[in-house]
C-alpha cells in the first residue's frame, strides 16, 4: 500500500483503520464518508477495493490496484512424518501421482452432496456392482488424469492424521455456499487447511439458489486470506451446483491444474507407506481396512504393519470393490487380513517377515503402557531451546478470546512480536471456549493454545494433557505478549509453586515464659520441616501463615518430625494457639511454567 502523488495503490481488501492511517485521516470521518455511500462498516471491519477506492475519491485520491508481487514462502516447520520416512528416495526414480483431495467446510453447505455428485459423474460404470464393498475413498479421471478422493468426516478427521504425522491430502477442497457465506466451521476448516500447508481450491456451491451472493463470499474470503483468483489473487473460486450437477468438470480441472505446480510425486517401487483412512469388523470378512498407499507398491501377499496392528494381506480391492493383485501410489484399496482394528490415521509400512512385524508391534504396545507419546506438543520453553538448537524457526498460536473486539488487538500485537529470529504463526483465531477441536489442532501443528477471558473445556484439558499440549489462560492482554516476547529472548521466569509436605494436630498448648505458646503436636500425614513454611487453621479458616521459630522433641531441637511422633512447635511471632487447630507444613517449589 502507498501514495504516490494522488496516485494510491490498495490491495483487493483493507482494514478500515488502515485506510484511514494511509491517507492521513481520522477515522471517524471515514466511517462517515462510508456511511454516506451506504456502506456501514467499524474501525476494524474490512472494506473491498472497489468501496475503498470511492471513498478515497473524495479526498482526492485516485486509487490503483496495489500491485500483486510473489511472495517467496518459506517452508517451515517440519514435514508430514510418512515424507520424512521416504526422503531417502531415489530422486531420478520419482514420477507424478495423482493428486489426493479432501473436502473440508460448514455443515449443511453441501460436501456429502458435492462428492455424491463427482461420484456418480467420473467414476467408471459398473461401480454399482460393488457398492456393498464401497470403502471411503475412490479416484475419478479427467482428461485422462486420475484424482484420489477422501471421503473423510471433516476437518477434525483431517487434522486428526496430521497429528499422527500422516497428512494423506494434497490439496483441499473447501465447499462454502452461495447463500449462506463463510461460516464458523469455515473459517475452523480454512485454519486446519492452512496449518496443513495445504493448497486450497474453493468450491462455491449452491450458486443456482435465488439468493445466492457470490461476490460478498468472495469478499468474505478475501477478508481471512484467501484473495479469489478473479479478485487478483491466488485462491481459485469455482462456482458450482451439486444440486443442478453444473461446474463439476470445472472444479476437476482446477484440481489438476493446482496439481500441476504442486510436488506430488513418489515412487512405485520405492519404500511401501502410506496412510490408515478407515477400519471396521465385518462379521464375514474380518478386519477391513481402507489404506491410501502414499509411496511404493502394495501386492497380496505384504506383511503390513499399522499401529499396533499387524497382518499379511490377503486380498485387495478398489474403491469398487474388484479385486486387484497390486496398488500404487496415490491409490485407495480395501484390505483384509489385519489382525486387529488399526486406529484411522495410522501410517502403515511393509516389514519383511512376520517375526519383524510381531517385534515391532510388542514395542509399540510396551511403549503406550509406559506412557510413551508418539508426537508431543511445545511449550514456549521448549520452543526457545529448540531455536537455539537451530531446530525452530516459528511459533505457532492458537488464540481464543471472548469477543471479537479483544480477538483482533490480541492478534495484531502478537504478530509484531514475529519480527524477531522466530517468527510468530497465528493458525486461528476465534471467540469462544477452547474446544476439543483447538486442541487436536494444536497437537497436529506443535501449537500453544491462549485463552484470553475464556475456559477451556473438560474433554479439552483431558486431551491437551494427553497430547501435551500447553495452554495458558489470560486476563490481560498484555501479560500475553510480555510472556511471548520474555520467551523468544529466553526470559520466561519460572512459577512458584506450593508443595503441602505434611500435617499436624494440635493436641496441646503450653505457655513458657520469655517464649510465648508452644503447640504440643502430632504429625499425622508427611512430615514437619523446620525451615518450611506453615500454616495454622482453625476449621476452615487460616488464622497463621509463616515461619517456625522452634521445632522440638523431647526438648531437643530437630530439624524435621516424621509421621506419627509428637512434638513442640513455636510460631514466629504468633501466640493464639489453641487446642485442635491444624498445623500445614509447605514449602516452595520453582516449576517452569
Not at 485422462?144 to 477422501?150: A, D, N, R, V
Not at 506383511?303 to 470393490?321: E, M, P
Request: glycine share 8%; aromatic share 4%.
Amino acid at each position: 500500500m502507498s501514495a504516490n502523488g494522488n496516485k494510491l495503490e490498495l490491495p483487493a481488501s483493507i482494514v478500515v483503520r488502515d485506510l484511514a492511517q494511509i491517507i492521513e485521516q481520522s477515522p471517524i470521518d471515514l466511517i462517515k464518508k462510508l456511511m454516506s455511500n451506504g456502506v456501514m462498516a467499524s474501525i476494524n471491519q474490512t472494506v473491498d477495493f472497489d468501496t475503498a477506492a470511492i471513498v478515497v475519491a473524495e479526498y482526492g485520491f485516485d486509487a490503483v490496484p496495489e500491485e500483486l508481487k510473489e511472495e517467496v514462502i518459506e517452508e517451515v516447520g517440519e514435514s508430514p512424518l510418512w515424507r520424512q520416512l521416504i526422503a531417502d528416495e531415489d530422486e531420478s526414480k520419482l514420477v507424478d501421482r495423482a493428486p489426493v483431495v479432501t473436502i473440508l467446510g460448514h455443515v449443511d453447505h453441501g460436501k456429502t452432496s458435492l462428492l455424491d455428485v463427482v461420484r456418480q459423474s467420473n467414476v467408471a460404470e459398473g461401480e454399482a456392482g460393488g457398492i456393498t464393498q464401497h470403502i471411503s475413498a475412490y479416484q475419478v479421471e479427467m482428461k485422462g488424469h486420475m484424482i484420489s478422493f477422501l471421503d473423510t468426516p471433516g476437518h477434525a478427521a483431517f487434522t486428526a492424521m496430521r497429528a499422527r504425522g500422516a497428512q494423506g491430502a494434497d490439496i483441499v477442497i473447501l465447499v462454502v455456499a452461495a447463500d449462506d457465506g463463510v461460516m464458523p466451521q469455515t473459517k475452523e476448516a480454512i485454519s486446519h487447511a492452512k496449518a496443513a500447508q495445504v493448497p486450497i481450491i474453493v468450491a462455491l456451491n449452491k450458486i443456482d439458489k435465488a439468493n445466492a451472493n457470490p461476490e460478498n463470499v468472495k469478499k468474505q474470503l478475501a477478508d481471512l486470506d484467501l484473495v479469489p483468483d478473479d479478485w487478483g489473487g491466488n485462491t481459485m473460486v469455482i462456482p458450482v451446483s451439486a444440486k443442478l450437477k453444473e461446474g463439476i468438470d470445472d472444479l476437476l480441472e482446477a484440481i489438476l491444474l493446482v496439481a500441476e505446480n504442486t510436488d506430488i510425486r513418489a515412487n512405485p517401487d520405492g519404500t511401501i507407506i502410506g496412510t490408515v483412512i478407515e477400519a471396521e469388523m465385518d462379521k464375514t470378512k474380518g478386519t477391513v481396512t481402507t489404506l491410501l498407499v502414499q509411496n511404493g507398491s502394495l501386492k497380496v501377499g505384504d506383511i503390513v504393519v499399522a499401529g499396533t496392528s499387524y497382518g499379511r494381506i490377503r486380498a485387495l480391492f478398489d474403491f469398487q470393490g474388484k479385486p486387484i493383485e497390486k496398488a500404487g501410489p496415490s491409490t485407495p484399496v480395501g484390505v483384509l487380513g489385519f489382525n486387529r482394528v488399526p486406529e484411522a490415521g495410522n501410517l502403515f509400512q511393509v516389514v519383511a517377515k512376520g517375526k519383524e512385524a510381531r517385534e515391532l508391534v510388542a514395542e509399540r504396545i510396551e511403549e503406550q503402557k509406559g506412557g510413551g507419546q508418539a508426537t508431543k506438543s511445545t511449550s514456549l520453553e521448549d520452543l526457545f531451546a529448540a531455536y537455539k538448537a537451530g531446530k525452530a524457526k516459528e511459533l505457532s498460536l492458537i488464540i481464543k478470546a471472548d469477543v471479537q473486539g479483544s480477538l483482533e488487538p490480541i492478534v495484531s500485537e502478537l504478530e509484531k512480536l514475529g519480527k524477531s529470529e522466530i517468527r510468530i504463526r497465528v493458525l486461528h483465531a476465534d471467540t469462544g471456549n477452547i474446544s476439543e477441536n483447538d486442541i487436536m489442532l494444536a497437537a497436529a501443528s506443535k501449537a500453544i493454545v491462549i485463552g484470553f477471558n475464556v475456559q477451556s473445556d473438560v474433554p479439552a484439558r483431558k486431551l491437551a494433557s494427553n497430547e501435551g499440549v500447553s495452554i495458558r489462560l489470560y486476563d490481560i492482554i498484555y501479560r500475553i505478549t510480555e510472556d511471548i516476547e520474555k520467551s523468544l529472548k529466553g526470559m520466561l521466569d519460572p512459577v512458584i509453586a506450593e508443595k503441602e509436605i505434611g500435617r499436624a494436630e494440635v493436641l496441646a498448648v503450653f505457655p513458657i515464659s520469655k517464649v510465648g505458646k508452644i503447640a504440643g503436636c502430632r504429625v499425622r500425614d508427611g512430615e514437619l520441616r523446620r525451615n518450611a513454611k506453615v500454616r495454622l487453621l482453625r476449621g476452615k479458616d487460616i488464622v497463621f501463615e509463616g515461619e517456625m521459630s522452634s521445632l522440638k522433641q523431647e526438648k531437643k531441637d530437630v530439624n524435621e518430625i516424621r509421621s506419627g511422633f509428637e512434638c513442640g512447635v513455636g510460631l514466629k511471632n504468633f501466640h493464639d494457639i489453641k487446642e485442635g487447630d491444624e498445623l500445614v507444613c509447605y514449602i516452595l517449589e520453582e516449576t517452569e511454567q
